[in-house]
């Protein structure tokens, strides 16, 4: 929690003021949770995010436009396709509290942090100067920043993806730029040119530099640059879900059938759990949901 309130005094998220007449105050809170990590690169780790009540925001006085975009699945697979197949140099970075960055063009006031309210202040309140995570504008104003800072230098947005960024270099070559949030992935043939992009990054934003990128929206990333190949895989998530419905130690079969029931035992076996088809419905939806993420992954 320190720790949190101190980089979000660093990068003179607030000011500290009395409430202005006939202004709102919006509630925040702490969100605490256990990120994994990234195996060899981060260590699994505590972590303590303050966060803006987004749901207290009244649309036209907290906020306007929010939609945000992310690079699809589909730019994500070609990249690494094309990392493969041409043998490009692929790194991961990670921007720090990037939302902190984007700049709020709403006037908002907040709570102070709880645990943090500043003695012989006690009733003053935040002025938001830079957004924050849980105002539903966050994600907007964070791309809005990044996406000028790419242009600024000289990378063109493809059309198909506003979240992909590519430039030609000297060569002939191209480096590319994939971005999921705060997320990012590059790739190019000289690891000069990616170390030249990291340095421009890091003198705008707070910047971590993860190395070869090993694990992108929860898909681990394996290769092989001998044999010019490159494997995804999800297999903490898939062992995830299995948990989280008593399925880890099912045995499989290769239909949801059993071949030797006949369709009057189905049919005795449907008309007995009829009391319960309601909630077997729910469940089932959530199953679909999850498997429909991981094929998602995977196309």
Not at 50 to 78: A, C, L, M, W, Y
Not at 92 to 110: C, M, P, R, S, W
Request: charged share 25%.
């Amino acid at each position: 929690m320190q720790e949190e309130v101190e980089s979000l005094l660093k990068n003179e998220t607030w000011e500290l003021m009395k409430l202005p007449e006939g202004k709102r105050v919006i509630s925040c809170k702490w969100i605490f949770k256990r990120n994994e990590g990234i195996p060899g690169v981060e260590s699994t780790r505590n972590k303590a995010r303050f966060v803006v009540r987004g749901f207290d925001q009244e649309k036209g006085i907290d906020f306007n436009e929010v939609f945000s975009p992310v690079v699809r699945h589909t730019s994500i697979h070609i990249l690494l396709a094309l990392v493969a197949l041409y043998d490009l140099e692929l790194e991961q970075l990670d921007v720090k509290t990037a939302f902190l960055h984007g700049n709020l063009e709403e006037e908002i006031y907040i709570q102070q942090p709880e645990g943090f309210v500043v003695p012989g202040n006690e009733d003053h309140v935040c002025r938001l100067m830079k957004s924050l995570y849980g105002l539903k504008q966050s994600p907007r104003q964070w791309y809005k920043r990044f996406d000028s800072f790419m242009v600024r230098h000289g990378y063109s947005r493809s059309s198909y993806d506003n979240c992909v960024y590519f430039q030609k270099t000297f060569d002939g070559s191209f480096i590319y730029l994939l971005l999921y949030v705060d997320d990012m992935l590059i790739a190019a043939r000289d690891k000069f040119l990616v170390n030249k992009l990291n340095a421009q990054l890091s003198s705008e934003f707070d910047m971590k530099d993860l190395g070869p990128a090993k694990k992108i929206l929860g898909m681990e990333i394996n290769r092989d640059r001998q044999a010019e190949k490159l494997f995804l895989s999800q297999k903490k998530y898939v062992l995830k879900m299995l948990n989280k419905f008593g399925m880890r130690d099912c045995k499989y079969v290769n239909t949801p059938i059993a071949p030797t029931s006949s369709s009057h035992q189905i049919s005795v076996q449907n008309q007995r759990t009829k009391g319960a088809c309601h909630m077997s419905r729910i469940q089932m939806q959530l199953e679909v949901s999850c498997m429909l993420w991981y094929v998602l992954d995977l196309i």
